[in-house]
């Protein structure tokens, strides 16, 4: 009896399913264990995946890392009317997600790699800071370095905090965050 090739699926599992189950495992295992503990070779177990598996797709932990927390956080949801609902929306989206189990780990142990690997920078700044930046950019109508200093102050605040205590940031000081920084912005 013939197969039929046409509706056959391919071997294998979709690879939007496989880069969310590696996705949900980096996050588990950072989590769980610590950025630095969180190895390739855990991630891969946990994700029941092999580790040329995680490879063929990024070449490194950070670049891993980085899809990861590009995935986390999605688009911004920019609403609001006005130029400082929208920072105050943006600001109070990065707290929330560096609050989330994983997330603000990976993103502190992948920025601290990427202090000493240029390559990982790169990396950091096209894949996960750039996109942010062009739509702030294009939604407060402000110039790439004053994006980019809104960018430092909220987000190097958080990770901050998030560093200092192993908790996200308190609402209360959140939303004194956001009152600093749209002081600057009007």
């Not at 949900?24 to 070779?41: F, K, N």
């Not at 942010?132 to 109508?141: F, G, K, T």
């Not at 987000?155 to 600057?184: F, K, Q, S, Y």
Request: glycine share 8%; aromatic share 6%.
């Amino acid at each position: 009896m013939a197969r039929d090739t046409a509706s056959a699926r391919p071997p294998g599992r979709p690879r939007s399913s496989v880069d969310a189950e590696v996705f949900s495992a980096t996050l588990r295992t950072v989590h769980e264990l610590g950025y630095t503990r969180a190895t390739v070779d855990r991630i891969a177990a946990a994700a029941g995946v092999a580790k040329t598996t995680i490879y063929r797709r990024w070449p490194s932990k950070g670049a891993l890392i980085t899809a990861c927390l590009v995935d986390a956080f999605g688009p911004i949801p920019l609403e609001g009317l006005d130029r400082s609902e929208i920072m105050a929306a943006a600001i109070r989206y990065g707290a929330a997600k560096i609050g989330e189990p994983g997330v603000g780990p990976a993103f502190a142990g992948v920025f601290t790699d990427a202090m000493s690997d240029p390559s990982l920078r790169h990396i950091l700044s096209t894949r996960l800071q750039d996109p942010y930046r062009l739509i702030l950019q294009e939604a407060l109508n402000e110039p790439e370095h004053r994006v980019l200093f809104f960018i430092d102050v909220a987000m190097g605040t958080l990770l901050h905090r998030m560093g200092m205590t192993g908790e996200p940031m308190a609402e209360a000081d959140v939303d004194a965050l956001v009152e600093m920084i749209l002081r600057v912005l009007d």
